[in-house]
Every structure is written in structure tokens, then in C-alpha cells.
């Protein structure tokens, strides 16, 4: 009998301490157990801890969502940065091969104009060449007077072409020139005036 009561005290006092323990727990804040303990406040005239402590506030939890969702943008954001500037290199070096491109087709095409002037003038040299051929020729083969007088028509620096012509076919052919003697036959002004004249441009007057 003894223990038994000793048993039963000691449950007593543990539903006494357990009961004190939530009604101070709840009182505090840390737990809510308001609704069962509430006939026994108000019998005691006691209200609960109902401001918020440090134990009961929301805890700060960290939204790591949001977070990365953040991070992501910022990714985001800085990839865009660097695609603008790579775009903008590639604007900058596509202007200045553009630049280098027109500057190279500038370049050809006064490359070719000079070549086609070149073309054009060798080819006014080696028609103007077999036409005064063609009238050396011609001219050796009609008589002196005749030859003279066709000269004189001329301009003074056809008849030097024409007499350097003869000489060089009368080489070629291993013949005697009729140059000399067809100034023979000329005025003696004109004679002297185209004489001095291939002696002061041996090649050409042009």
C-alpha cells in the first residue's frame, strides 16, 4: 500500500510539473496551448505572453529561389554586356575591311586604268610604227622627186620618223639609204630644220 501511494504521488507530481511546465511554456510564447489552459488564466487572472519573442519570430529563411533566380539574371545580364562589346568589335573590324576592301578595289582600278592607258599607247606606238613602215616602204619605191615632195607635205617630226624608218630597213636589208639624198633634194631651210632636229632628239620628238 505504501507504494502505491508513493507511486501515485509521484504521477501526480508529474502531471503537476508537466502542466506547470506548458502553462509556462504557453505563458512565455514557446508554445500555444491557450485554448486548454484558457478557463484556467482567467480563473488566475493571468493573460499569455502574445508578444513575439526572439524563440517564437518567423525565422529568416533564406529564399534560394529567389536567389538563384537572381544569380541567373545577373548571368544573364553580364552575357548580354559581352555579346553588345563582341558585336561592337565586330561592327568596328567589318567597317575598317570595308574600309580596306574600297581601298584595295580604288587601288586596282587605278591599277587597271594605268594598264589599259599603257595598252592603248603601245598600241598607238606599233600602228603609228607599220604606218610610217608602210610609207618608207612606199617611199623607197617611187623616184626621188616623187618621194621629196610627199615628205614635204609632211610635219617635221613624221619626216624624221620616216627618214630613221629608211635607215633601218636599208640596214635590215643590206642596202644603201635614200634618206640623205631626199634631203638633198629639199629646201635647204627645211633640211636644215629637221636635220637639227633629230640632232637634238635622237629619238623622237614626242
Do not use: C
Not at 513575439?52 to 541567373?72: E, G, W, Y
Not at 644603201?176 to 638633198?184: A, D, F
Amino acid at each position: 500500500m505504501k507504494s502505491l501511494g508513493k507511486t501515485i504521488v509521484l504521477l501526480m507530481l508529474i502531471i503537476i510539473m508537466a502542466l506547470g511546465g506548458l502553462l509556462w511554456f504557453d505563458y512565455l510564447g514557446v508554445m500555444h496551448v491557450r485554448t486548454v489552459f484558457a478557463p484556467l488564466y482567467k480563473v488566475l487572472g493571468k493573460n499569455p505572453q502574445t508578444s513575439v519573442t526572439a524563440t517564437s519570430s518567423a525565422p529568416i529563411v533564406a529564399d534560394l529561389d529567389q536567389d538563384r533566380i537572381d544569380k541567373q539574371l545577373e548571368a544573364i545580364e553580364i552575357h548580354r554586356q559581352e555579346l553588345e562589346r563582341r558585336e561592337e568589335d565586330i561592327a568596328s573590324k567589318e567597317k575598317l575591311n570595308e574600309q580596306i576592301a574600297n581601298e584595295l578595289a580604288s587601288r586596282e582600278k587605278s591599277q587597271e586604268d594605268r594598264e589599259k592607258t599603257f595598252n592603248q599607247t603601245v598600241k598607238q606606238y606599233d600602228d603609228k610604227n607599220v604606218n610610217i613602215e608602210q610609207i618608207a616602204t612606199n617611199l623607197n619605191g617611187m623616184t626621188p622627186q616623187a618621194s621629196v615632195n610627199i615628205l614635204l607635205a609632211m610635219d617635221d617630226q613624221t619626216v624624221i620618223d620616216v627618214l630613221r624608218k629608211v635607215e633601218e630597213l636599208a640596214a635590215r636589208n643590206g642596202t644603201s639609204s635614200m634618206g640623205s639624198y631626199w634631203l638633198s633634194l629639199m629646201p635647204a631651210e627645211r633640211a636644215a630644220e629637221i636635220q637639227r632636229k633629230m640632232l637634238s632628239k635622237p629619238e623622237s620628238l614626242d
